[in-house]
């Protein structure tokens, strides 16, 4: 068994225009991402998708999408990005997933999921961009579900962090993040959100002592990370 992150796959088989928005300059990106998974992932592997998943705005129409994702290997984790409209409540979304028969989609929020002798953890994050400014409320929140996620992990597990939003990008960072990190051993965190050029000032690498990875799908050229 092995587990695998990509974070950002944008779908939208309703309307694949505004995927393309995103992804200028890949072609069949989603046929590229399908052959990609199916070469790697086996039906017993686990995926974290770290966000982003669909541009659907309500639960009920991210069916095709979910659908989709379903059918391809592997146990995947859903997570919460900036874009999905769709997320509502863990209780709902499980509902949803279980009256539609999408047996291999599950939700990875305030909860921890046990894979390979490991712990996946993770939250949306925040970041500030463009005019936002640094609002302590909103990292405290953030910082809560973060630490809530990494509490129900036991205390003697190994915990991978995946987050949508990178905890550092730039200049801009967010120690608060990083405290929780040191707090329950954290050493290693992926994340997503970047795109296109903007991954150039994106942080790869050990810092505050956790290794940091941009799990994004055009990053990765649309190719599951492989972590354990």
């Known amino acids: 068994m092995s587990i695998y992150a990509i974070g950002d796959l944008h779908l939208s088989l309703a309307c694949p225009e505004k995927t393309m928005e995103v992804f200028r300059g890949w072609q069949d990106y989603q046929r590229r991402l399908e052959e990609n998974w199916r070469a790697l992932v086996r039906p017993e592997d686990t995926v974290v998708l770290a966000g982003d998943s669909s541009w659907a705005m309500r639960l009920c129409d991210a069916g095709p999408d979910f659908r989709f994702l379903d059918s391809l290997p592997g146990r995947k984790l859903l997570m919460k990005g900036n874009h999905d409209y769709w997320w509502t409540t863990r209780q709902k979304m499980e509902r949803f997933f279980a009256a539609e028969g999408l047996t291999t989609l599950s939700v990875l929020h305030n909860n921890s999921v046990e894979a390979q002798g490991v712990w ?27 630490r809530r996620s990494l509490e129900a992990a036991p205390p003697e597990g190994e915990k991978l962090l995946f987050l949508h939003y990178p905890p550092v990008y730039g200049t801009q960072e967010l120690p608060e993040f990083f405290g929780a990190m040191a707090d329950y051993g954290v050493r290693e965190c992926f994340y997503g ?4 050029s ?10 505050r002592g956790v290794s940091l990875r941009l799990i994004s799908a055009d990053f990765l050229k649309f190719m599951p990370l492989l972590i354990r």
């Open 120 to 146: 996946l953890c993770g939250s949306r994050g925040w970041l500030f961009e463009g005019n936002q400014k640094y609002d302590p409320l909103i990292v405290a929140r953030e910082e809560g579900r973060i």
């Open 193 to 196: 959100h970047i795109h296109g």
């Open 198 to 207: 903007g991954a150039a000032p994106a942080l790869q690498g050990e810092h």
